[in-house]
């Protein structure tokens, strides 16, 4: 175990749906990632919050919406998706927004959606 | 793009073989890490290697860079079937506070 949790693991919904991911992390690190990895790409930075604040939005549709109600929670709230956003959805943290320092993420398990 | 790309895309191997795979990328960077990925997982962080490092070991792993070459390799010795899984290069430049991501080498170890 890598010390981030997330929930569900996996999510069926349909496109009118609403459902939420959570991601937990227990490791005290105070910036946490949301990616996205489709089959056969690479994976796709989403947003980023440091100290609670997000400081990276990558072009990403309004039908998802973040929300970090604190350091250690991370929330991806979903909404009238299309079958192209299935999916596995990654939280990853780090102890700060620093790549260029060398700063390691540690990876949840992820989330396997399917929007039908 | 920095991105990375990681080479072979597919690599099948047998049980107590060497895996190499490599990564190349675009632009000057300031480290570089290597990531594990088992099916259906989240990444798991294998090595970090800085700008000013040629070689790093850790265990069975084995990492090189070339930054004239804009180049890293990653060898796994005497692989086993529990390394089966995806290996990903991430770069990040000396401003980033992202790593860039590569597609990946999907490796398999059969017994």
Redesign the interface.
Known sequence: E?G?T?TPRHLVMGMTNKKSLKCEQHLGHNAMYWYKQSA????E?MF?YNFKEQ??NNSVPSRFSPECPNSSHLFLHLHTLQPEDSA?Y?C?SSQG??????E???????T?LLVL | SQQGEEDPQALSIQEGENATMNCSYKTSINNLQWYRQNSGRGLVHLILIRSNEREKHSGRLRVTLDTSKKSSSLLITASRAADTASYFCATADNYGQNFVFGPGTRLSVLP
């Not at chain 1, 056969?40 to 994976?43: D, E, S």
């Not at chain 1, 927004?97 to 060398?102: D, V, Y």
């Open positions: 890598t981030v997330q056969k790409k690479p994976l930075l980023v400081t990276e596995l990654l990853a927004h620093r790549a260029a320092i060398g390691t993420q540690y990876f949840g398990p992820g396997r």
